[in-house]
């Protein structure tokens, strides 16, 4: 589990501009986004009703931010101070993030003016993503892949 933050609506450089959380839960095996959050804050209780409304996992891996340690997990929570060793899959997935929705890349010209456009990207991306993660599991299930290239004849792009 792993938070990003971002800005909604464009203001003049004297105003400030309100931060906008996107929380995501992944899945591992396969690479999925089983949960995912968009509001002005992250609170414990919207993480809470991520964990709540996914599947159970035997571990929940988190890095340091304090809002992760009141949160009740069906698994053992592994929380993750000084390194990345837990939580890579889910900083990677937040890159994909960045890098295939322009509105939330870092410096960008794009913004969305309302969180409900920001919920609506991340929801087509979500399933796009998930049905991805799926063809590639089961393309490299059928594959000895220790003997050939790991590259795969299609992206995510091919399912939206």
Same mark, same amino acid.
């Given at each position: 589990?792993? %938070?990003?933050?971002?800005?909604?609506?464009?203001?003049?450089?004297?105003?400030?501009? +309100?931060?906008?959380?996107?929380?995501?839960?992944?899945?591992?095996? &396969?690479?999925?986004?089983?949960?995912?959050?968009?509001?002005?804050?992250?609170?414990?209780?919207?993480?809470?009703?991520?964990?709540?409304?996914?599947? %159970?996992?035997?571990?929940?891996?988190?890095? #340091?931010?304090?809002?992760?340690?009141?949160?009740?997990? &069906?698994?053992?929570?592994?929380?993750?101070?000084?390194?990345?060793?837990?939580?890579?899959?889910? %900083?990677?997935?937040?890159?994909?993030?960045?890098?295939?929705? &322009?509105?939330?890349?870092?410096?960008?010209?794009?913004?969305?003016?309302?969180?409900?456009?920001?919920?609506?990207?991340?929801?087509?991306?979500?399933?796009?993503?998930?049905?991805? #993660?799926?063809?590639?599991? +089961?393309?490299?299930?059928?594959?000895?892949?220790?003997?050939?290239?790991? %590259?795969? &004849?299609?992206?995510?792009?091919?399912?939206?």
């Amino acid at each position: 589990m792993d %938070e990003m933050y971002h800005f909604v609506e464009r203001k003049a450089n004297s105003e400030t501009r +309100e931060n906008v959380y996107v929380t995501s839960l992944i899945s591992r095996t &396969p690479r999925q986004i089983v949960g995912i959050a968009v509001a002005f804050d992250k609170s414990s209780e919207r993480m809470q009703s991520i964990v709540d409304n996914s599947l %159970e996992a035997e571990n929940y891996a988190t890095d #340091g931010y304090f809002g992760y340690i009141d949160l009740v997990y &069906p698994g053992r929570h592994i929380r993750n101070v000084s390194n990345k060793n837990d939580t890579f899959t889910v %900083e990677g997935i937040n890159a994909d993030l960045r890098h295939y929705i &322009p509105v939330l890349a870092r410096r960008s010209r794009c913004f969305c003016r309302s969180i409900e456009t920001l919920q609506a990207v991340l929801a087509v991306f979500v399933d796009a993503y998930n049905k991805f #993660g799926e063809a590639k599991m +089961e393309y490299r299930g059928r594959r000895n892949l220790d003997k050939i290239s790991r %590259e795969l &004849p299609f992206g995510v792009v091919d399912f939206f």
